[in-house]
T-cell receptor
Framework: AQTVTQSQPEMSVQEAETVTLSCTYD???????LFWYKQPPSRQMILVIR??????QNATENRFSVNFQKAAKSFSLKISDSQLGDTAMYFC????????????FGKGTKLSVKP | NAGVTQTPKFQVLKTGQSMTLQCAQD?????MYWYRQDPGMGLRLIYY???????DKGEVPNGYNVSRLNKREFSLRLESAAPSQTSVYFC?????????????FGSGTQLSVL
């Protein structure tokens, strides 16, 4: 079965500093997609960044970037210049090419950005 | 644009009661989804509708039914609520039913079954 593991239940970072959230996954497939979703206190899930497994180049979105290590099945999220508004739960998610659209989510990492 | 709108935002039921969670999207998306989120867990897929007129089971469909009323609306029904269905329910939509498609989520319905 496919699984997504986020080993850090909680993390904190000072405003303006950099933080990295870890994610590992398990699959026997070669083609898949990986995502990081943010869930702020408002509860609404928001897509932060997406990575296609067949692309070797790491995805970036402004202050957010990933370190995708396909052989190690690792997909970490780096947040640079952390802002108070980055305080949220962060979920790593994964979908296989043939999964009929089902996203498999990790249990989440609660990130607190401190002033 | 409102995006994905869910109603109600909060609901308390007694065991055995029924209710329907409503979801509507105004982005002209073809695909819609229902997820549940339990404490300390990620989201799990209950049902999805790849396109208007179709529905399929997800990972945890037992105890639920869905209706894709039209392209905009996708409802989730609990026929006989159980305490194990206490959860936060999220509706989501995507432009197409393709792997890797971005999902747009509603703000959730917090349901407590006593």
């Amino acid at each position: 079965a496919q699984t997504v593991t986020q080993s850090q239940p909680e993390m904190s970072v000072q405003e303006a500093e950099t933080v990295t959230l870890s994610c590992t996954y398990d699959t026997s497939e070669n083609n898949y997609y990986l995502f990081w979703y943010k869930q702020p206190p408002s509860r609404q899930m928001i897509l932060v960044i997406r990575q296609e497994a067949y692309k070797q180049q790491n995805a970036t979105e402004n202050r957010f970037s990933v370190n995708f290590q396909k052989a190690a099945k690792s997909f970490s999220l780096k947040i640079s210049d952390s802002q108070l508004g980055d305080t949220a739960m962060y979920f790593c998610a994964f979908t296989e090419w043939g999964s009929q659209g089902n996203l498999i989510f990790g249990k989440g990492t609660k990130l607190s950005v401190k002033p | 644009n409102a995006g994905v709108t869910q109603t109600p935002k909060f609901q308390v039921l007694k065991t055995g009661q029924s209710m329907t969670l409503q979801c509507a999207q105004d982005m002209n998306h073809n695909s819609m989804y229902w997820y549940r989120q339990d404490p300390g867990m990620g989201l799990r897929l209950i049902y999805y509708s790849a396109s208007e007129g179709t529905t399929d089971k997800g990972e945890v469909p037992n105890g639920y039914n869905v209706s894709r009323l039209n392209k905009r609306e996708f409802s989730l029904r609990l026929e006989s609520a159980a305490p194990s269905q206490t959860s936060v329910y999220f509706c989501a939509s995507s432009e197409e039913f393709k792997r890797g498609e971005k999902l747009f989520f509603g703000s959730g319905t917090q349901l407590s079954v006593l």
